[in-house]
């Protein structure tokens, strides 16, 4: 059964680093999703990414939050200049249709800030 | 603005039926999704339902959405051990492609 993936499934990173998280969608998949969750907290929507733009964000992705897909298979979640309160489960998600009927996630990245 | 509450635990005998409810606000929403996350795992959409449907039944699940109360729940009958996980309730409003999701509830099986 096709599927999400999502890479690393945990990273610990400095607070000021750089990261990226990388995201496999399923492959005839057009709409992207990312989505996280902070600890005891709601999954919160991040961005939506169609065509090779974002669609809509949220309040929470900033500047520092940028979205990209580089080669048509990989969409990846680059946070430049990380935080403490940036520590969460970041979820990626893909569907064909952009009304999330069946929006499929991966098993998520959690990134903690040490 | 959009908001989507449920209770954070449930314990449920083995055997017997769980009924995890969740209520939103927005009356514009479309779809109303009940998600399944194990430890370790991703999301996996459990089923959803169209906002002009009262109920829908697959296997052991059952979802009952009474609009006027933006009521919604999922009843799991003949509860096995393997329904261990968090349930989120989740909607998405008319005009966004975005998912609201509540904080998820806890299914705890007891023998």
């Known amino acids: 059964e096709p599927e999400v993936t999502q890479t690393p499934s945990h990273q610990v990173t400095q607070m000021g680093q750089e990261v990226i998280l990388r995201c496999v969608p399923i492959s005839n998949h057009l709409y992207f999703y990312w989505y996280r969750q902070i600890l005891g907290q709601k999954v919160e929507f991040l961005v939506s990414?169609?065509?090779?733009?974002?669609?809509?964000k949220s309040e929470i992705f900033d500047d520092q939050f940028s979205v990209e897909r580089p080669d048509g298979s990989n969409f990846t979640l680059k946070i430049r200049s990380t935080k403490l309160e940036d520590s969460a489960m970041y979820f990626c998600a893909s569907s064909e249709l952009g009304q999330n009927t069946e929006a499929f996630f991966g098993q998520g990245t959690r990134l903690t800030v040490v | 603005g959009e908001d989507v509450e449920q209770s954070l635990f449930l314990s449920v005998r083995e055997g017997d039926s769980s009924v995890i409810n969740c209520t939103y606000t927005d009356s514009s929403s479309t779809y109303l999704y009940w998600y399944k996350q194990e430890p370790g795992a991703g999301l996996q959409l459990l089923t959803y339902i169209f906002s002009n449907m009262d109920m829908k039944q697959d296997q052991r699940l059952t979802v009952l959405l009474n609009k006027k109360d933006k009521h919604l729940s999922l009843r799991i009958a003949d509860t096995q051990t393997g329904d261990s996980a968090i349930y989120f309730c989740a909607e998405t409003p008319n005009r966004d492609d975005k998912i609201i999701f509540g904080k998820g509830t806890r299914l705890h099986i007891l023998p």
């Open positions: 990414f169609y065509n090779n733009e974002i669609s809509e």
